[in-house]
């Protein structure tokens, strides 16, 4: 047997099994990275939520009250009571309730016809729709516009990829994330990818989730129809399981065979 081969052959496990190796700092989130002291532990850190624009697909929910009969029963079935029934079993009531914006950036309401809310913030359709219902009836009127629920997808090295509505107003990406059931261990963490829509088309965007600096970016805080997508690590590409000893020990095992071939031969 050539023993001069048996150092090379334990260097290249060892090489393999740092490569399949992932490190603690690239799975922990919210770090302090750049020691920033402003964003050390018990520090209040300010957020910055963009304020939305409505554009192509998006549903709102719009509810209305008035003293005005014939109103409130041509909007009656925006009623909090059937949101109530629906219950969160339902998360996507909003479907059938609310009002979608069509290719023209416009919204079709009874008795009103259809208003244009493309680019629209949710006070500016409020506004909108106040002057419109003005011009029917004298009396007063309450009005309120919410989106449909936040909507979003998530994909790529994530244990429960796929497309989550949820009932809120806001909502952080990592809230979105466990949603999803976390990423795996094999997750880019930090170079998550955010396809945001805007009125004008998409923007991609790629944040560091590793990093608390995050939490004053604008992506802190997803958007109604973001995409969230987890490129995977180098190491994906060696461990195709959870558990990278396996492929190390199958490696082993066949640098066994070949070695007992080896000696059987010579």
């Known amino acids: 047997m050539n023993f001069r081969i048996i150092p090379s052959i334990s260097l290249l496990l060892l090489f393999l099994s740092l490569n399949a190796c992932i490190s603690n700092s690239s799975l922990v989130y919210l770090q302090n990275i750049k020691n920033d002291k402003s964003l050390i532990d018990d520090e209040l850190i300010s957020y910055e939520i963009s304020e939305y624009r409505l554009q192509y697909n998006d549903i709102i929910s719009i509810d209305i009250k ?3 009969p014939f109103i409130n029963e041509a909007f009656k079935f925006q009623d909090g009571n059937a949101m109530r029934a629906g219950g969160q079993g339902m998360a996507d009531v909003y479907y059938m309730t609310g009002y979608t914006v069509d290719k023209e950036g416009e919204i079709d309401l009874p008795l009103i016809g259809k208003i244009n809310v493309d680019g629209a913030t949710l006070d500016e359709a409020k506004t909108k729709l106040q002057n419109a219902l003005l011009e029917i009836v004298s009396e007063e009127i309450f009005v309120r516009v919410k989106l ?4 979003y997808s998530i994909f790529g090295e994530v244990n429960r990829p796929g497309k989550f509505t949820l009932l809120q ?3 952080t990406i990592y809230e979105a994330l466990s949603n999803a059931g976390d990423f795996t261990s094999f997750a880019k963490r930090n170079e998550v990818v955010i396809l945001r829509q805007y009125p004008n088309g998409t923007k991609i965007h790629r944040v560091d989730l590793l990093d608390r600096s995050i ?3 604008p992506y802190y805080f997803i958007q109604t129809n ?4 987890a490129e995977p690590l180098k190491q994906r590409e060696f461990a195709r ?3 990278a000893s396996q492929n190390i020990l199958l490696f082993s095992s066949l640098v066994t065979t070949f070695l007992l071939l080896l000696n059987f031969f010579n």
């Open 66 to 68: 008035t003293t005005v």
């Open 148 to 151: 449909g629920g936040i909507r």
């Open 169 to 171: 107003d806001r909502l």
């Open 215 to 217: 939490i004053k970016t």
């Open 226 to 229: 973001d995409q969230i997508y």
């Open 241 to 243: 399981t959870e558990n």
